[in-house]
């Protein structure tokens, strides 16, 4: 074996029994700091064997080239599975001519041990450029570290140039570093309260650490050879928290890397477990159960966050120039008690927030202005609580300054800093079981607090729309007699989540009494209070069933009861829903929430003799349309129409109308007719034919064969037996998307399995044996099957809860087709992982019989089973639901 082999080997060996010991000694401490440390140094103990071996034999030689530690690797905080990043730094070309093999053999050495290098190579001069497009490397100069080479060329960079480029370029690096930093946390939705965070990118990460020590470092290096020392870049009351959080930050990342065996930083639900059990980064001896753990996560991540963002905030120099002209704007707000300066708010008088009004008005200006507390104001803020705590506001008094500050546009900003200075919660002591909770759902991406803010955030988002619906639901939010009730629902809708109940709803409920009490809201908006809360899923839940049915809406219509407080729940609905993710209020959601509050409003409003008629009208307008775009198909529009319901012109514009027609007098060339489009969030398959027996259900089979998933379908029969089913699908694996050639492909195959000629039951075991690769879910849902033979005039609905999966929609149509049921109404959401899919069947055009249901649901609850082996379930039939 050649000596470079064996050495080679040697260095292997001391990596893998280094790190071995290293991950060994963290199992049993929980010391990620130790972890870094000791790592670092492992690293930089091969690298320096490397480059005696490899580059010079001397560790200060050769002249005019030093090999720079940067970024994480100069700060020495080397994670399990962190990139080495290395600066081959050249006094000149000739150097870098001379010596690039030398470079590449001990870069090569470096990737042979399977460490990831990030290297960069540089002669000096070009140290001295900030290139705005990769801030990245000028930032990380700030943690360069010397490894070995030419000592003099070091020093030439870290006590020369560095300095001089921070000071030349400190506006345009904070500035860009700001830009950068305000990017990411966009990214993330500008919340810490993630219930799966990123615990490096997420705000109040990591990332967050460093920019605090990166901002200070150049805000400190006003003048050439200025390097602040280290420890003074916080002050000491910043440290106390500071230090701490990232303390736990740390360990965490180290825990991660550990458990996943590669960089990856999601706090993922099951790491939140194994966390908690192991106490990562909690040093006392005590059990903690995962929603405890990740409060003190939060806590940490809320003090990093905090500090982060005040530098930003307080530094002009990051201010992007729109945000120069604001501050400017905001510092004509001061009025006699607070001056604003630098978007910053400031008491006039330091003594004056030991007057509760006062205190009650400082939160109040800042949702009214979108402005910040300084640091100061904060620091002032804090000093009284403990006093106030003995003797906390109430009644009138706190109800008067609550409600307005509410109702002001920037309200959800002003309950965070009161929620992060721990004021909320002494004024609301409601809210405390619910600070930074986490609940398990996997359809909620934030915590419930959070939630609760952004739900308020985005009602007042209405106030300024940037979309159609929002400039409908805003109109809705002019017309409110009592605003400041709806907000105060919100902020309290989900207390009862932090409450021992099985039903979170009646939980919070109760709680929201006891508040409502110490407030002192008079009886009337109590009332109207506790009737939102009590009933914020009623618009949700109807949003499942047929709302152009009018037994539907006349029962949603009958909760509600005045035009006030439907306004109200819609608003709450559509707030709720937003809230929950960005993509939860799905268009089709946004429109039929709109539908349902239209016609529950036109329900309120209507008189006796008009509810014998409520469709004619529509009929009327729709059918009007038809004949002016075609004026000679009146009698074929009128033979294509009998005997399809109602609401299949109120699904439809006239246009689509007249395209089925078209689609349906084409049969007789060929008996399979579809129509495919791309929409604007997703794709839209329509498909014109004879009925037949398992129709619907191939065709979902069909789309789960090529992957799709299937968010929405209507299917419509005429008194012929023409159907109209639309499917609406998202492309899981964009095959339609990325290859328009595929479309017609795509079709035929649909066409295909409807014709009898393909087998798809063998497509559909290609598929489900391609995603059972793709692992276990995450979570388990309880299956359920709830039957109601009373809601509807004309169909038996039939509402099915499951683990969402592909050709779960199959399974439940094929066995519908095999009871001889017909699909009259497909109503397909999904909620996270949970698929909640309601029908309305039908049996030769009426309604199944009480012992045909029991079949189907014993049949349904067997196929199902058969799926779902692990899965509970159970059977419930209901009263009207």
Same mark, same amino acid.
């Given at each position: 074996?050649?000596?470079?082999?064996?050495?080679?080997?040697?260095?292997?060996?001391?990596?893998?029994?280094?790190?071995?010991?290293?991950r060994?000694?963290?199992?049993?401490?929980?010391?990620?700091?130790?972890?870094?440390?000791?790592?670092?140094?492992?690293?930089?103990?091969?690298?320096?064997?490397?480059? $005696?071996?490899?580059?010079?034999?001397?560790?200060?030689?050769?002249?005019?080239?030093?090999?720079?530690?940067?970024?994480?690797f100069?700060?020495?905080?080397?994670?399990?599975?962190?990139d080495?990043?290395?600066?081959?730094?050249? =006094?000149?070309?000739?150097?870098?001519?001379?010596?690039? !093999?030398?470079?590449?053999?001990?870069?090569?050495?470096?990737?042979?041990?399977?460490?990831?290098?990030?290297p960069? /190579?540089r002669?000096?001069?070009?140290? !001295?450029?900030?290139?705005?497009?990769?801030?990245?490397?000028?930032?990380?100069?700030?943690?360069?570290?010397?490894?070995?080479?030419?000592?003099?060329?070091? $020093?030439?960079?870290?006590?020369?140039?560095?300095?001089?480029?921070?000071?030349?370029?400190?506006?345009?690096?904070?500035?860009?570093?700001?830009?950068?930093?305000?990017?990411?946390?966009?990214?993330?939705?500008?919340?810490?309260?993630?219930?799966?965070?990123?615990?490096?990118? /997420?705000?109040?990460?990591?990332?967050?650490?460093?920019?605090?020590?990166?901002?200070?470092?150049?805000?400190?290096?006003d003048?050439?050879?200025?390097?602040?020392?280290?420890?003074?870049?916080?002050?000491?009351?910043? %440290?106390?928290?500071?230090?701490?959080?990232?303390?736990?930050?740390?360990?965490?990342?180290?825990?991660?890397?550990?458990?996943?065996?590669?960089?990856?930083?999601?706090? =993922?639900?099951?790491?939140?477990?194994?966390?908690?059990?192991?106490?990562?980064?909690?040093?006392?001896?005590?059990?903690?159960? &995962?929603?405890?753990?990740?409060?003190?996560?939060?806590?940490?991540?809320?003090?990093?966050?905090?500090?982060?963002?005040?530098?930003?905030?307080?530094?002009?120099?990051?201010?992007?120039?729109?945000?120069?002209?604001?501050?400017?704007?905001?510092?004509?707000?001061?009025?006699?008690?607070?001056?604003?300066?630098?978007?910053?708010?400031?008491? %006039?008088?330091?003594?004056?927030?030991?007057?509760?009004?006062?205190?009650?008005?400082?939160?109040?200006?800042?949702?009214?202005?979108?402005?910040?507390?300084s640091?100061?104001?904060?620091?002032?803020?804090?000093?009284?609580?403990?006093?106030?705590?003995?003797?906390?506001?109430?009644?009138?008094?706190?109800?008067?300054?609550?409600g307005?500050?509410?109702?002001?546009?920037?309200?959800?900003?002003?309950?965070?800093a009161?929620?992060?200075?721990?004021?909320?919660?002494?004024?609301?002591?409601?809210?405390?079981?619910?600070?930074?909770?986490?609940?398990?759902?996997f359809?909620?991406?934030?915590?419930?607090?959070?939630?609760?803010?952004?739900?308020?955030?985005?009602?007042?988002?209405?106030?300024e729309?940037?979309?159609?619906?929002?400039?409908?639901?805003?109109?809705?939010?002019?017309?409110?007699?009592?605003?400041?009730?709806?907000?105060?629902?919100?902020?309290?809708?989900?207390?009862?989540?932090g409450?021992?109940?099985?039903?979170?709803?009646?939980?919070?409920?109760?709680?929201?009494?006891?508040?409502?009490?110490?407030?002192?809201?008079?009886?009337s908006?109590?009332?109207?209070?506790?009737?939102?809360?009590?009933?914020?899923?009623?618009?949700?839940?109807?949003?499942?069933?047929?709302? @152009?049915?009018?037994?539907?809406?006349?029962?949603? $219509?009958?909760?509600?009861?005045?035009?006030e407080?439907?306004?109200?729940?819609?608003l709450?609905?559509?707030?709720?829903?937003?809230?929950?993710?960005?993509?939860?209020?799905?268009?089709?959601?946004?429109?039929?929430?709109?539908?349902?509050?239209?016609? &529950?409003?036109?329900?309120?409003?209507?008189?006796?003799d008009?509810?014998?008629?409520?469709?004619?009208d529509?009929?009327?307008?729709?059918? =009007?349309?038809?004949?002016?775009? &075609?004026?000679?198909a009146?009698?074929?529009?009128k033979?294509?129409?009998?005997?399809?319901?109602?609401?299949?012109?109120?699904?439809?514009?006239?246009?689509?109308?007249?395209?089925?027609?078209?689609?349906a007098?084409?049969?007789?060339?060929?008996?399979?007719?579809?129509?495919?489009?791309? +929409?604007?969030?997703?794709?839209?398959?329509?498909?014109?034919?004879?009925?037949?027996?398992?129709? @619907?259900?191939?065709?979902?089979?069909?789309?789960?064969?090529?992957?799709?998933?299937?968010?929405?379908?209507? &299917?419509?029969?005429?008194?012929?037996?023409?159907?109209?089913?639309?499917?609406?699908?998202?492309?899981?694996?964009?095959?339609?998307?990325?290859?328009?050639?595929?479309?017609?492909?795509?079709?035929?195959?649909?066409?295909?399995?409807?014709?009898?000629?393909?087998?798809?039951?063998?497509?559909?075991?290609?598929?489900?044996?391609?995603d059972?690769?793709? +692992?276990?879910?995450?979570?388990?849902?309880?299956?359920?099957?709830?039957?109601?033979?009373?809601?509807?005039?004309?169909?038996?609905?039939?509402?099915?809860?499951a683990?969402?999966?592909?050709?779960?929609?199959?399974?439940?149509?094929?066995c519908?087709?095999?009871?001889?049921?017909?699909i009259e109404?497909?109503?397909?959401?999904?909620?996270?992982?949970?698929?909640?899919?309601?029908?309305?069947?039908?049996?030769?055009?009426?309604?199944?019989?009480?012992?045909?249901?029991?079949?189907?649901?014993?049949?349904?609850?067997?196929?199902?089973?058969?799926?779902?082996?692990?899965?509970?379930?159970?059977?419930?039939?209901?009263?009207?639901?």
């Open positions: 074996m050649s000596t470079a082999g064996s050495s080679s080997s040697a260095l292997r060996d001391l990596y893998l029994q280094e790190s071995g010991r290293i060994q000694e963290f199992a049993c401490t929980g010391n990620g700091e130790a972890v870094l440390v000791q790592r670092t140094a492992l690293v930089e103990k091969i690298a320096l064997q490397l480059w $005696t071996d490899i580059v010079c034999p001397e560790q200060q030689g050769p002249r005019n080239f030093t090999l720079v530690a940067l970024g994480g100069g700060r020495r905080w080397l994670f399990p599975h962190s080495i990043d290395l600066l081959f730094l050249h =006094a000149d070309r000739d150097s870098e001519h001379r010596l690039k !093999d030398r470079i590449r053999v001990f870069s090569q050495g470096l990737w042979d041990l399977r460490l990831t290098l990030s960069a /190579t002669i000096l001069q070009e140290c !001295d450029h900030f290139d705005p497009a990769n801030v990245e490397f000028a930032v990380s100069l700030l943690d360069c570290r010397y490894l070995a080479g030419d000592t003099d060329l070091f $020093t030439r960079l870290h006590d020369t140039v560095i300095p001089r480029l921070m000071t030349r370029e400190s506006q345009s690096l904070l500035q860009r570093l700001a830009d950068v930093t305000r990017n990411r946390h966009d990214k993330f939705g500008n919340t810490i309260f993630h219930l799966e965070p990123d615990v490096k990118d /997420t705000p109040g990460g990591l990332r967050d650490c460093n920019l605090a020590l990166w901002l200070n470092l150049l805000s400190s290096m003048k050439p050879h200025d390097w602040p020392d280290p420890k003074s870049l916080l002050s000491a009351s910043a %440290r106390k928290q500071f230090d701490p959080a990232l303390d736990f930050l740390m360990s965490i990342r180290c825990f991660l890397h550990f458990r996943n065996g590669r960089d990856d930083n999601t706090l =993922a639900w099951d790491a939140q477990e194994d966390a908690a059990q192991r106490a990562i980064g909690v040093y006392e001896s005590k059990e903690l159960s &995962a929603a405890g753990w990740m409060k003190l996560y939060f806590a940490h991540a809320r003090s990093v966050h905090r500090t982060a963002t005040q530098l930003l905030q307080e530094i002009p120099a990051a201010w992007s120039p729109l945000s120069r002209h604001f501050q400017t704007l905001r510092a004509r707000v001061s009025d006699t008690h607070f001056s604003v300066l630098d978007g910053l708010v400031f008491l %006039r008088e330091p003594s004056a927030l030991r007057d509760t009004e006062m205190l009650l008005r400082l939160f109040h200006f800042v949702a009214r202005h979108d402005v910040r507390l640091t100061t104001t904060e620091h002032k803020v804090e000093q009284i609580l403990p006093s106030l705590a003995a003797t906390p506001p109430k009644g009138a008094e706190l109800w008067l300054y609550l307005e500050t509410l109702t002001q546009p920037h309200a959800a900003e002003a309950l965070r009161m929620h992060s200075l721990r004021l909320l919660t002494l004024l609301l002591p409601e809210l405390k079981p619910i600070d930074s909770l986490v609940v398990r759902d359809y909620h991406r934030f915590t419930v607090d959070e939630h609760s803010f952004l739900a308020i955030e985005t009602l007042h988002r209405l106030r729309p940037r979309s159609e619906w929002e400039k409908q639901y805003g109109e809705i939010l002019k017309e409110l007699e009592d605003p400041e009730l709806l907000y105060l629902s919100l902020l309290l809708h989900d207390t009862g989540k409450a021992v109940s099985e039903n979170h709803v009646a939980g919070s409920v109760s709680i929201a009494e006891r508040c409502l009490q110490r407030l002192d809201l008079e009886s908006e109590r009332e109207t209070v506790l009737f939102l809360i009590s009933h914020h899923l009623e618009m949700s839940a109807a949003l499942r069933r047929d709302i @152009f049915d009018s037994a539907t809406v006349a029962a949603f $219509t009958e909760k509600v009861g005045t035009p407080r439907l306004k109200m729940l819609c709450f609905t559509y707030a709720d829903i937003k809230a929950v993710n960005p993509d939860a209020l799905t268009p089709w959601k946004a429109e039929n929430l709109w539908q349902l509050y239209i016609a &529950a409003t036109n329900q309120l409003n209507r008189n006796v008009q509810r014998l008629h409520p469709d004619a529509v009929h009327n307008e729709k059918i =009007a349309q038809m004949r002016i775009l &075609a004026p000679t009146g009698r074929r529009v033979t294509f129409l009998e005997g399809l319901p109602q609401r299949y012109l109120k699904t439809y514009a006239a246009q689509n109308v007249l395209r089925h027609l078209q689609m007098e084409l049969l007789c060339k060929q008996p399979v007719q579809l129509d495919l489009i791309r +929409g604007r969030h997703w794709f839209e398959l329509t498909l014109v034919t004879k009925d037949r027996p398992f129709l @619907f259900g191939k065709v979902a089979g069909t789309l789960a064969a090529w992957g799709m998933n299937i968010v929405k379908a209507t &299917a419509f029969s005429n008194q012929a037996g023409t159907v109209v089913d639309t499917f609406y699908f998202t492309d899981r694996f964009r095959t339609l998307e990325l290859n328009l050639s595929e479309w017609e492909r795509f079709k035929r195959g649909v066409s295909e399995v409807l014709m009898g000629e393909t087998d798809l039951d063998r497509m559909l075991r290609s598929r489900m044996q391609a059972e690769k793709r +692992g276990q879910p995450k979570v388990k849902i309880e299956m359920s099957i709830q039957s109601d033979n009373l809601c509807s005039s004309n169909s038996t609905l039939v509402q099915v809860v683990h969402d999966r592909p050709g779960l929609l199959y399974t439940i149509a094929s519908f087709s095999h009871h001889h049921c017909n109404i497909a109503l397909i959401d999904t909620e996270g992982q949970m698929a909640i899919d309601v029908f309305y069947l039908t049996a030769n055009r009426n309604k199944l019989a009480p012992e045909h249901l029991k079949q189907v649901e014993a049949a349904l609850q067997e196929a199902l089973h058969s799926r779902t082996e692990t899965q509970s379930q159970k059977i419930v039939c209901t009263p009207p639901l």
